[in-house]
Nanobody, 114 residues
């Protein structure tokens, strides 16, 4: 299983970013895919996930601002982040569960600062 996240960067408050996570090594279209984040000094936390039938779930802190989506043809899961706030600053990871194990990609850094 390989998960590679990209798309992070430095953005001003109120700005937008789109994260991507490219997946390989498992039957992508059957798996729930998730985004998590970890800010300095804090525990990793759930951000959003999307199931195989495209049902979505969001953390309250990002609801209405972030949108998760997936492309089963290209095996990519996206996280569109709008109206970014300084408290969204974190290392963002994608995750999937495969054969009863969690697999994590390397994080991509998102920094929201003026």
């Amino acid at each position: 299983v390989q998960l590679q996240a990209s798309g992070g960067g430095l953005v001003q408050p109120g700005g937008s970013l789109r994260l991507s996570c490219a997946a390989a090594g498992f039957n992508f279209r059957l798996n729930t895919m998730g985004w998590y984040r970890q800010a300095p000094g804090k525990q990793r936390e759930f951000v959003a996930n999307i199931t195989s039938d495209h049902s979505t779930m969001y953390a309250n802190s990002v609801k209405g601002r972030f949108t998760i989506s997936r492309d089963n043809v290209y095996r990519v899961v996206y996280l569109q982040m709008n109206s970014l706030k300084p408290e969204d600053t974190a290392l963002y990871y994608c995750k999937t569960l495969y054969r009863y194990r969690d697999f994590w990609g390397r994080g991509t850094q998102v920094t929201v600062s003026s």
